[in-house]
């Protein structure tokens, strides 16, 4: 199964991951949820990080699913996991995302589930009454 770990600036990740097991179910191993907060340390931010990689590992990878490109959360983490095989870094991260995410990891591949999890989230991102007034 492939592990997921989100990683937000406060507690955005862990409110999404709630919302996201209430659609999908409960996700009971391989989900951990890492807020930066700007009362913690850069090295104890890692060494978060590092704990929750080595408490999880495993041989079908790491998708790591942040809130925002260029933010503290990306900038932890690709220190970390450049070297590391089947390991993804996804920003940008919205509920269809997660619960992509949740529903597909235990058969995808992780490539499949990579794209399928970016694919998901970018479908979500329209503007909805264009949509039903066309419709």
Do not use: W
């Not at 592990?3 to 709630?18: D, K, P």
């Not at 919205?94 to 694919?119: C, G, H, P, Q, W």
Request: aromatic share 6%.
């Amino acid at each position: 199964m492939i592990n997921i770990i989100v990683m937000t600036h406060g507690e955005f990740g862990a409110y999404l991951i709630e919302a996201a097991e209430h659609i999908v179910g409960e996700q009971a191993k391989g989900v951990k949820n890492i807020s930066i907060s700007s009362r913690l340390s850069l090295e104890e931010m890692c060494s978060r990080v590092n704990s929750s990689i080595e408490e999880m590992k495993s041989g079908d990878g790491f998708v790591f699913l942040i809130d925002m490109p260029g933010g503290t959360p990306m900038n932890i983490v690709l220190p970390i996991v450049k070297d590391m095989p089947k390991t993804a870094v996804i920003c940008g991260l919205n509920i269809n995302m997660l619960t992509s995410a949740f529903s597909y990891r235990k058969t995808l591949d992780f490539d499949n589930l990579v794209e399928k999890i970016m694919d998901d989230g970018k479908k979500s991102i329209c503007e909805v009454k264009n949509l039903l007034v066309k419709a």
